[in-house]
DNA sequence: TTGAATAAATGAACACTGTTCAGTAAGTTT
DNA sequence: AAACTTACTGAACAGTGTTCATTTATTCAA
């Protein structure tokens, strides 16, 4: 009997369903405007049926940047097109700018809100803890390696220049989307157009 | 008469009651757990009273960023004693850093979140729009324009130097304090090593 | 087909939150 | 002593996340 499936089908349908609303609406309206009550009225379902799919607020909002995650990973798969990792890895903090500032939401939602990270919070010893971000350093630590050897780079722990140019773009993007820069006067362009030239130096700085 | 004199400042006593209770709440309970009826619950006054005080909860809260700005104040000022500007710049940055993780709270509060920088909104025109963060960003220039008159930095473009040093230390402090670094699987003294590291690669790499 | 068992969805409540405002109480002035 | 001013508050409004007994719908076995 086909049942059990269907059912167990039904179920991921109505998750994504959830998800979906909440996603839409993280995005157009952001997090405070996304309640509970928000999300059921508009899928026409009561509040307490969001509780049968997601443990709590927090476990929705994990969904939902990971979400982010992946649409952050679709924006890095051209970097596979990049012989040089020196140049590949100028590209990827690029990118990783780029994406900070077109999706502030998903960005603030992945790197700086608490939200996510409670529902990952005293389970640590599951096998997966931010898979998202994880990854996403398993990867710019990669390009550092090689780069490492290849012998493009000054240092040669590719840690170190990992969080060395991991923390330097967020510190940009996150100042910015938390609204700290604004003592600089300049519009958006502005501050592109200075992020793109300090990354710039950032990368340059480590290049032997 | 000195009645109006003492209104006065009575009303800057109770003000200054109101922020303490307020800050040191803050401080032991975090953001959420300073309620206004909890602090009102504390100085044993209606709720309805703090707000003949301040705006709403984002001014109280801009108020209690601004003490912690005076703080970080307070632990720069043995930065005078540095002759050579370029060991200033070193020593600012450990500083700055260091007040990021012995204060998470007032750091989250001044450069991550969004709560006081609502109460300077749309209201660009006033003199003072977040003084604490322009005048520290403004001192780090000072230190950049100096070590590039005596020409110790290989940059000369003050403002790109200083914003590269400030999201470097930001980004590191914020990842840790937003909890985006547990995947290194280090403690608190770890981390902090690693920063320092990082933070050493960091200057060394604007050295001339 | 009917009754029992199972699964899904909900209404209503709980304990909170920031904020407003009419009304009261106290202090000051005439 | 009456009028005015200032300080304060109770109660309400409109919202929040979350839980749980109860209802509704579906599936299964006799």
Known sequence: MGITERKEREKLEMRELILEAA???????GYEKTSIRNIAEKIEYSPATIYLYFK??????FAIHELGFQKLLLEMVPLAQIEDPFQ????MARIYIEFGLNNPEYYDLMFIMRAPMNSIKEQVKAEQCWEGGESTFGFLTSIMEECI????????DAMMLS???WTCVHGMVSLNIRERLGMLEMDSDGIKALMMRTLD???DNIRK
Chains 1, 2 share one sequence.
């Not at 996603?23 to 309206?29: A, I, R, Y």
């Not at 590949?88 to 590209?91: A, H, S, W």
């Open 56 to 61: 709590d607020k927090d476990e929705l909002f």
């Open 88 to 91: 590949r890895l100028r590209q």
């Open 149 to 156: 050897a290849k012998g493009l780079v000054k240092s040669d």
């Open 23 to 29: 996603t839409s609406m993280f995005l157009e309206e």
């Open 163 to 165: 969080i060395y140019a």
């Open 201 to 203: 130096m950032i990368i």
